[in-house]
Each structure stands twice: as structure tokens, then as C-alpha cells.
């Protein structure tokens, strides 16, 4: 093996490295969060969430995911939301925060 293979290959388990410590910590951040959640019992009310079928919102979720997304039903603990081209079911338990830009303020 010379020097140049050796190098290349010392990078690619680094880079291997790097990704396996960064998903650790987005695994440890999560459980952190839920653990939060159930620790404070903090669930978005279906009333809350029901102002806001129909409308235009940003929803941020525990994982730190941002969806750009229609609100269209809510039911038990579960939204459905729509985007350009996806349909989406979101576990209310993991949601932080929905937004709705008011128009005519």
C-alpha cells in the first residue's frame, strides 16, 4: 500500500467517523427531546390545531424537520398535511410549533 492510498483511505474512515458521531448525536438529541415531552406531558391540543385546517402553516417538529404544508385534517394525535406533491402524516407528539402568517394584520 504506498502513501497516497493510505491517505485516501485514513479520509474515508474519518469521513465514516464524522457521520456515525453526527448521527449519534441527532439520535441523543431526539430521545432528549421526547424524553422532555413525556417528562412535562406537553401535547398540541387537537382545538389548536383545528384553527388552522385549511390554511397555509410551517410546522417544526422535535427532529428539527420544517414542513411548508397545507394543514388539511386532524384527528387523535395525527395531522395530514399537504405540499407541492407529497402528502404528509405527522405524529402531533412530535410537533413543536405551527406557524400561520396572518395576512391582513
Not at 41 to 56: Q, S, Y
Not at 63 to 89: F, M, P, S
Request: aromatic content about 4%; glycine content about 2%; hydrophobic content about 45%.
Amino acid at each position: 500500500m504506498n502513501a497516497a492510498s493510505l491517505a485516501g483511505a485514513n479520509a474515508a474512515i474519518m469521513a465514516a467517523s464524522i457521520a456515525a458521531a453526527s448521527s449519534r448525536r441527532r439520535r441523543i438529541a431526539h430521545a432528549r427531546a421526547m424524553r422532555r415531552l413525556d417528562k412535562e406531558n406537553r401535547t398540541m391540543p387537537n382545538e389548536l390545531i383545528a384553527e388552522f385546517i385549511g390554511k397555509e402553516v410551517v410546522i417544526r417538529t422535535i427532529e428539527g424537520d420544517e414542513y411548508h404544508c397545507r394543514l388539511v385534517a386532524a384527528q387523535d394525535n395525527w395531522i395530514k398535511v399537504t405540499e407541492k406533491r407529497t402528502t404528509r402524516v405527522i405524529n402531533t407528539d412530535s410537533i413543536t410549533a405551527i406557524s400561520y402568517k396572518h395576512l391582513n394584520l
